[in-house]
Structures are given as C-alpha cells and as structure tokens.
C-alpha cells in the first residue's frame, strides 16, 4: 500500500532567552522540532519559484504536506527525514504556499 506522506518534516527552532514568572532570566533553547508527515520531490529538471522579493529561485526540492499542517516561517532550517532518521534532504524554506488540497514548500 502508497503512503501518502511517509517521511516526516522538522524544523530547527531557536527559542531565545526570557524571564519566568519570578523576573529570574532563563537561557533559550534550540533543536529540530516534528512538524509534521511529509514528502519530498527533487527538482531534476532546475525549475524555478518565484520568491516573494520577485527573484527567480531554482529549489533543490518541493515538500508536500497534509493541509492541517501549520504556517512554516521562510528562512527556518528544515529537514526531511525517513522513518529511520535518515535525512533525505535538508535546507533552508526559500517559500510556502497553502493551496486548494495540501500545503507546499520549496528548500
């Protein structure tokens, strides 16, 4: 059986500094975060995306990923990884678009 998504996404998250309810400061933290069930296609053939400065862009690959999937900031470091850990193609979201039936992103 065709899994839809059978690889998943994660994002490195950078929490910085802040105080807690007592006013003391507390260090941030950082880390690869599960965002959510994915897939990955390459871009074999160098086709472009349009960036939202209007550049031409040549991604080295789009993610799809199910609607319910929350907004992905550009410029955040991604991975895709195989249900083993391996990591199948990693780079920084140059853009993200929700459309009619999934959501994409291009690294």
Not at 1 to 24: E, K
Not at 44 to 52: E, P
Request: contains cysteine.
């Amino acid at each position: 059986m065709v899994t839809q998504y059978p690889y998943q996404l994660f994002i490195f998250q950078t929490n910085g500094d802040h105080q807690d309810a007592n006013g003391d400061w507390q260090n941030g933290s950082s880390g690869w975060v599960l965002w959510s069930k994915c897939r990955d296609e390459s871009n074999t053939k160098a086709a472009q995306i349009k960036l939202t400065d209007e550049t031409a862009y040549i991604y080295e690959s789009m993610v799809q990923l199910p609607k319910s999937c929350q907004k992905v900031d550009v410029d955040l470091l991604a991975e895709v990884r195989d249900l083993e850990g391996n990591v199948r193609v990693k780079g920084t979201v140059r853009r993200w678009s929700r459309d009619q039936l999934h959501v994409r992103l291009w690294l």
